[in-house]
């Protein structure tokens, strides 16, 4: 199992493909870990040299005390490229990956040649909603979240017709780490990027999901006419879009990093 270590955690992380290809590094959601993204591992790794990795507090990375800052999690993915003596790469990051990837873009954009975000907003939710749900977490756990995961994650279309998958996402997020997903909570209601969207000089492609009850279309908008020079791609789904829609997803992140 790789890891390194940054900021007092053991990140674990893995690769695909061919190291002397153009990287490209995916970033997890909240909840979640890296085999959230497996269609785009399939996809990628015989163009790309793929890096996914679990976010720390998630999967099979540490849980170091939180709480824990938007700045640590950036800091964590510069770590491992520079583990893996990945110069520059392309990222693609949703939800929370994708608020990781607004600060990476802001804060280290020597290091990316293309962001894409996805389902994702410069402040996802509000402050006090995310303290309380860090709370709840540490008192409850994770099953209370879990159970109610999928109607925020997918369509009901989506939901009938891929339990399964529906079904081994919602049961990963409640073996996780408690602590783990209390100290992202507290991340993401410090996290406020919308005074500095206007410094980022990277390309950025935004992808919103059209269902996306969480980050919605208007979130992303309101992202394009800051970002200077971002292009914006609605996607028919809900919040985990990469799943729900990998082929269209998957096309736009090729195409963008193409062209």
């Known amino acids: 199992m790789p890891t390194i270590t940054s900021n007092q955690a053991q990140i674990h992380y893995h690769t695909f493909g061919d190291p002397t290809r153009p990287a490209i590094i995916f970033s997890n959601s909240l909840g979640t870990q890296y085999s959230m993204w497996q269609p785009q591992i399939d996809f990628f ?3 790309y040299y793929v890096v996914c990795y679990d976010t720390r507090g998630h999967g099979k990375s540490s849980t170091p005390q939180g709480p824990y800052t938007l700045a640590q999690l950036g800091e964590d993915i510069i770590a491992l490229l520079d583990h893996l003596h990945v110069e520059k790469a392309n990222f693609c990051g949703i939800s929370m990956g994708g608020l990781t990837g607004q600060w990476l873009a802001i804060h280290h954009p020597d290091r990316f040649k293309h962001i894409i975000i996805a389902n994702t907003a410069a402040k996802i939710g509000q402050e006090q909603a995310w303290l309380d749900r860090a709370q709840l977490v540490r008192k409850q756990g994770l099953q209370p979240i879990a159970d109610t995961a999928a109607a925020r994650w ?3 279309g989506f939901i009938e017709a891929h339990a399964e998958t529906v079904k081994q996402l919602s049961e990963n997020l409640a073996k996780g780490s408690a602590e783990g997903y209390a100290s992202c909570c507290e991340a993401l209601a410090k996290a406020d990027l919308r005074s500095d969207l206007k410094k980022i000089t990277v390309p950025v492609l935004i992808i919103t999901g059209q269902q996306d009850p969480i980050t919605t279309v208007a979130d992303g908008q309101a992202m394009q006419n800051v970002i200077p020079h971002s292009q914006l ?3 028919e789904a809900s919040h ?8 269209a997803f ?8 193409q062209a």
């Open 45 to 47: 790794q015989d163009h």
């Open 240 to 247: 985990i879009s990469n799943i729900e829609q990998a082929q």
């Open 250 to 257: 998957n096309r736009a992140v090729f195409d963008f990093i």
């Open 154 to 156: 997918f369509t009901a």
């Open 233 to 235: 791609f609605q996607i």
